[in-house]
C-alpha cells in the first residue's frame, strides 16, 4: 500500500512539474513575441476614402510572414503579432505566403553571422514542439506545415492553402464568387515557404519531403552560410556550392520558386545564371533608399527584372530606413521606376522579429502611400498583388502532386 500510494505521489508530482513548466515556457514564448513582433501603431488605420474604396477591389498578396514560428491559433484574431486569418481578412488580403524559420544564429545581425548557434532549439522547447523536431530542421519545417494545413481543415472555408496553378485559379473563382454574394470575400489563402535550404538537413532528397508537405518557395539561405550557398549575412558569403546547384534544379523540375531574400551577392548572380523559371525576393528593401547589406542593388534588380522575377518590398526600417507606409511606397517607387511595375510586390516580413507600422489589417495605408506617390489604379493592383499572382499561375505545376 505505501508503495503504491508514493507511486501515486509521484505521477501526481511529475505531472504537476510538466504542467508548471509547460506553463512557464509557454509564458516565455508569448513574453518573446511580445518582444520581438513590434507594431508602432495600433489598429485601427486610417486612409483616404479614394484609398478604402480601391483597396477592397485589390487582390493583395504578401510574400512573406513568419507566422507559424509563433505560438498562436491562426483562426483567432490576436492581441499581439502582425498576421493571423480574421485580420488578413478584415485587411482584404487575398494570399499570403507563410514562410517557415528553421534556425537562426543568437546575436543575429543583417552583416556577419555562423551556424553555430540555434535559436529556434529553444523557441521549440519553449512551444512544446513534437521532440522529432528538436533535432531536425526538416521536422520543423514539416511541423510548421502541419499546423497551417491543421488551421485550414478548421477553418470552415476561411483559409485554403495554394500549392499549385488549379488551386489558385479554383480560388480566385471562389473569391469572386463569394464578393458578388457580398461586399467582402470573407476568405484568405496561404502559400507555404522556407526561409535557408538548411532545412534539408543537408540533403537534396529531402527536397521532396517539403514537397509533399506542401511547401512551394524557398530561399538557399537564411542569416548563415549553409551547405547550398552563401548568405548576405553570412560569414563566407560565398555563392552556390554543387549541392545548391542540384538544389535550383531540383526545384525548378517540381516547379517550385526560387526565392532569393538573404542570399549573398554571389549566390544572387549562381542562381540567376542558371535560372530558367522567374525567381522571387520574398521580402527586402533596395538600396537606391535604403543602402545596407540587406537590401538590394540597382544591378541585382536589374538582373531579376531580366529573369522575370518578382521583388517584394518590405516596410521595416532596415528595409526602407523609415517607420511609416510612405517609406514602404517611395522605395516601391524607386523599384518601379528603375525595373517596372510589374516586377514589384509586397514582402512585409511581418511576424519576422521585426518592428513594423502596422499589422496586415492596416496594408490600406500602402494603398494610400503608393496614390500619393503617383500610381495609378492599374499599377496599384500589379503592385499590391497581381504581379505575384500572375507569376504563380505561369509557374506553379497546374496539379497539386
Not at 548563415?224 to 553570412?234: M, V
Not at 535604403?290 to 538582373?303: A, I, K, V
Request: proline share 2%; with cysteine; glycine share 10%.
Amino acid at each position: 500500500m505505501k508503495i503504491k500510494k508514493l507511486s501515486i505521489a509521484l505521477a501526481v508530482l511529475v505531472a504537476f512539474t510538466t504542467l508548471s513548466l509547460g506553463a512557464f515556457f509557454l509564458a516565455a514564448s508569448t513574453l518573446a513575441e511580445k518582444r520581438f513582433n513590434k507594431t508602432l501603431q495600433p489598429p485601427p488605420y486610417h486612409a483616404s476614402e479614394k484609398a478604402r474604396t480601391l483597396h477592397r477591389k485589390l487582390l493583395i498578396t504578401d510574400l512573406h510572414a513568419d507566422t507559424l514560428l509563433w505560438n498562436r491559433n491562426l483562426l483567432e484574431r490576436g492581441a499581439r503579432g502582425h498576421v493571423d486569418v480574421p485580420r488578413l481578412i478584415e485587411g482584404n488580403v487575398a494570399l499570403q505566403a507563410f514562410t517557415v524559420v528553421t534556425k537562426t544564429p543568437r546575436g543575429l545581425n543583417i552583416e556577419s553571422n555562423d551556424d553555430r548557434t540555434d535559436n529556434i532549439t529553444w523557441l521549440a522547447l519553449a512551444e512544446l514542439w513534437p521532440p522529432a523536431t528538436w533535432g531536425s530542421l526538416k521536422e520543423r519545417a514539416i511541423y510548421q506545415a502541419r499546423r497551417l494545413h491543421q488551421a485550414a481543415a478548421d477553418s470552415d472555408g476561411k483559409l485554403l492553402i495554394i500549392k499549385s496553378a488549379t488551386d489558385l485559379s479554383n480560388y480566385l473563382d471562389l473569391r469572386r464568387q463569394r464578393r458578388d454574394q457580398v461586399d467582402e470575400a470573407s476568405i484568405t489563402a496561404g502559400l507555404l515557404g522556407i526561409e535557408g535550404a538548411h532545412a534539408l538537413d543537408g540533403n537534396v532528397a529531402n527536397l521532396g519531403a517539403l514537397f509533399d508537405a506542401g511547401f512551394r518557395m524557398m530561399a538557399p539561405t537564411h542569416f548563415f552560410d549553409n551547405e547550398f550557398g552563401g548568405s548576405a549575412h553570412g560569414v563566407v558569403k560565398g555563392g552556390l556550392t554543387d549541392g545548391g546547384r542540384a538544389l535550383v534544379r531540383r526545384m525548378e523540375d517540381k516547379r517550385m520558386i526560387v526565392d532569393l531574400a538573404h542570399a549573398s551577392a554571389q549566390t544572387i548572380d549562381d542562381v540567376l545564371g542558371m535560372a530558367t523559371r522567374p525567381v522571387i525576393v520574398s521580402h527586402a528593401g533596395v538600396r537606391g533608399t535604403c543602402d545596407n547589406t540587406r537590401n538590394l542593388s540597382d544591378e541585382q534588380l536589374r538582373r531579376i527584372a531580366a529573369n522575370g522575377g518578382v521583388i517584394g518590398i518590405g516596410y521595416w526600417d532596415a528595409a526602407v530606413c523609415g517607420t511609416d507606409a510612405r517609406d514602404g511606397a517611395r522605395a516601391i517607387r524607386y523599384t518601379a521606376n528603375l525595373i517596372g511595375t510589374e516586377h514589384v510586390g509586397l514582402g512585409s516580413d511581418f511576424d519576422g522579429a521585426v518592428t513594423v507600422p502596422f499589422d496586415t489589417t492596416g496594408l490600406v495605408q500602402i494603398t494610400d502611400a503608393l496614390l500619393t506617390e503617383g500610381f495609378n489604379e492599374r499599377e496599384i493592383e500589379m503592385i499590391m498583388g497581381g504581379n505575384v499572382i500572375r507569376l504563380l499561375q505561369k509557374n506553379l505545376h497546374q496539379s497539386a502532386s
